[in-house]
């Protein structure tokens, strides 16, 4: 599967709905809930005009938006179908968003993950992400989010075929 970049003609709703599914595990884990429960098929829109949002497949089975920063490119809203995951297609994501970041001058990749996703950490460190901050939600008086951040050294040697 080819990652694309998604164009003006999406189907915005149908990248919402992946979204939402692949969200739901989180579902009375998290406090708050989930920014994307407010997550709007304009949002997605504008995300793609303003920043990038990358797909795989058609219709999309897994979504990745990213978002410019001073000194990392940010990583949001990683979803894979629920069904489809633990098949590398956040692996390719990735890959993704490190060719980005190195497209765009960026020495590294920046991304936030839940205080109690400690899954999801783990994964983010298998990853080789290190956790660079913690965060409160504003009216939490504790860390509700913690920032993860990976350094990217030059691009990897690709093979020629």
């Not at 915005?12 to 595990?25: D, K, N, P, T, Y």
């Not at 998290?30 to 429960?37: K, L, Q, T, V």
């Not at 990583?75 to 297609?89: D, S, T």
């Not at 504003?138 to 030059?154: I, K, M, V």
Request: proline share 9%.
């Amino acid at each position: 599967m080819i990652p694309r970049k998604a164009g003006e003609a999406e189907d915005w709703e149908a990248i919402r709905g992946l979204i939402l599914r692949a969200f739901a595990f989180m579902e009375g884990r998290i406090d708050p809930p989930s920014s994307a429960h407010r997550l709007t098929p304009e949002a997605i829109a504008r995300q793609a005009r303003e920043g990038e949002v990358w797909l795989l497949g058609d219709p999309p089975v897994a979504c990745l938006f990213l978002t410019p920063r001073p000194q990392a490119l940010y990583l949001g809203k990683m979803a894979v179908e629920p069904a489809r995951q633990g098949r590398g297609l956040g692996r390719a994501l990735m890959a993704v968003a490190e060719d980005r970041a190195r497209a765009l001058g960026l020495p590294a990749l920046e991304l936030e993950t839940r205080i109690e996703l400690v899954e999801n950490q783990a994964a983010f460190r298998a990853m080789g992400f290190a956790q660079v901050a913690a965060s409160a939600h504003p009216g939490f008086d504790r860390p509700t989010s913690l920032t993860f951040r990976r350094a990217l050294g030059p691009a990897p040697a690709r093979a020629r075929g």
